[in-house]
């Protein structure tokens, strides 16, 4: 609602007729020159006509003064395009499919296996990992490696043997040096593997992989890019040559250093097998991880080698 000011009226009791005849309502007053009602409606007419006409007589005017060229309607420019963001959909690292038939998830245990004791020497290996559920508790581990935890019922490998071992250093506690040698079996095991044969047998059984991953809860991921995003986190873990502090809070052991106990899981674990033993798992990392970036799908075969034969 629109609200008008106006400018007040003076309004003044006349003395000869404050007493004469009460007001008909309370608070009613008269105006000060009172003249016939007639010619007060008279006035206020020609006023409000006079009121229109020097409205109308400025609107003419201003139109009259407007320039005689008349400037053309300014146009938008059109909106710059947007730079094309990468698709999301499309796999950063992809692999290429195999046309080979596969195992159904369920049952590809028997054939992992038997091809991991194949690359990697023989039946000890069996007594290494934990044969049931291999793709899935591996993808699983991979998901977590980034994460603050690596649940143990999710790990491919079994557990390291013997018991966590700390030695008294000052006023606290340290991982003492002899705790490496439980992760030794696992480092060795990394250390002799043929990777390019490794990264083969993984490309051939992509599709149970990414299965096991769409499973796990990312059914528009792509298993090998979070594999690569793995690896480069534990490729970023620190190396500390000094005994690593601890402290023991409730049950379990902490990180005396709260920037290392804040760390991904994937580079904790990297902490507490050794500086030995991370060296090496680094140096075997950055080979694999060259390996799985390098993968160039079919498609892109089939284009090269039809633009090789033109």
Known sequence: MTHTRTEPTLHVVSPASAYDEPSREFGTQVDQ??????????????????????????AIVSMLWQPRSVQPVPVAAPAPEATPRADPAQPRYPIEATVAALPPLDGSDASILAALQTLMGGSGLASLLDTRNLIRNFVATVDNVPRRALPPQKLPTKPVTGSFSTTAAGNGLVIAESNAVRYAPYVKLLQGADLARLVSLYAQNYPLFQQAYHELGFPNGHFNDRLVEAIDVMLAAPESTAPL???????????????????????KLMLRMGSGNAAIVKKQLRELRALVTAQVPAQAHAKADSAAKN
């Open 33 to 58: 020159w009172p003249e016939p009602r007639g010619r007060r409606h008279r006035r206020r007419t020609i006023a409000l006509v006079v009121l229109l006409v020097l409205c109308a007589a400025a």
């Open 245 to 267: 502090k601890l402290v023991q809070p409730k049950i379990f052991y902490e990180f005396a250093d709260r920037d290392f106990e804040q760390l991904p899981a994937g580079q």
